[in-house]
T-cell receptor
Framework: DVKVTQSSRYLVKRTGEKVFLECVQD?????MFWYRQDPGLGLRLIYF???????EKGDIPEGYSVSREKKERFSLILESASTNQTSMYLC????????FGPGTRLLVL | AQSVAQPEDQVNVAEGNPLTVKCTYS??????LFWYVQYPNRGLQFLLK????DNLVKGSYGFEAEFNKSQTSFHLKKPSALVSDSALYFC?????????WGAGTKLIIKP
């Protein structure tokens, strides 16, 4: 079975803090994705990556950056957290099908 | 622009009755279609996909979906609903290795 893990299930941070969300997949997938999920807005793509050191902006990249130094790991970075970044963050990897991690619920105070 | 529509925010079904969750896709994209389910405070789980071939696709937990090209639809179905099927369901369409997502449908199964 494909396994996608995320470093934290719940996270509380303060406004202005730098936040790192880590995602690791164990299936040697080249494609990895970061989404945020908010009630009534569904899933919105923040960034994705086709390969190591490659990154592409999704629909809502503002306020975020990503890092892909190794194939299995895709990190999402909030450079300076703001309250409007309180959300559920979902990581996925894919070959033919996208497989998701359990999600990180981030609260920014 | 491509889009995926799930016309119902919520669907209520009595346990034991058949259920349908509706999805229509964009004709401008390729008809590689997916259904996912999300239980509370969890990530999304893959249910089934249509790539090509038989229009009736069978997936996990007794779910199936019917691809209808003339109606550009990919409705999710189950013959007999369980209370444990209560969850949020997402339809998605492939677009250059990304997925275009529907807004989600909350399915409530009442005992």
């Amino acid at each position: 079975d494909v396994k996608v893990t995320q470093s934290s299930r719940y996270l509380v941070k303060r406004t202005g803090e730098k936040v790192f969300l880590e995602c690791v997949q164990d299936m040697d997938h080249e494609n990895m994705f970061w989404y945020r999920q908010d009630p009534g807005l569904g899933l919105r793509l923040i960034y994705f990556s086709y390969d190591v050191k490659m990154k592409e902006k999704g629909d809502i990249p503002e306020g975020y950056s990503v890092s892909r130094e190794k194939k299995e790991r895709f990190s999402l970075i909030l450079e300076s957290a703001s309250t409007n970044q309180t959300s559920m963050y979902l990581c996925a990897s894919r070959k033919e099908t996208q497989y998701f991690g359990p999600g990180t619920r981030l609260l920014v105070l | 622009a491509q889009s995926v529509a799930q016309p119902e925010d919520q669907v209520n079904v009595a346990e034991g009755n058949p259920l349908t969750v509706k999805c229509t896709y964009s004709v401008s994209g390729n008809p590689y279609l997916f259904w996912y389910v999300q239980y509370p405070n969890r990530g999304l789980q893959f249910l089934l996909k249509y790539i090509t071939g038989d229009n009736l696709v069978k997936g996990s937990y007794g779910f199936e979906a019917e691809f209808n090209k003339s109606q550009t639809s990919f409705h999710l179905k189950k013959p007999s609903a369980l209370v444990s099927d209560s969850a949020l369901y997402f339809c998605a369409q492939d677009s250059n290795y990304q997925l275009i997502w529907g807004a989600g449908t909350k399915l409530i199964i009442k005992p």
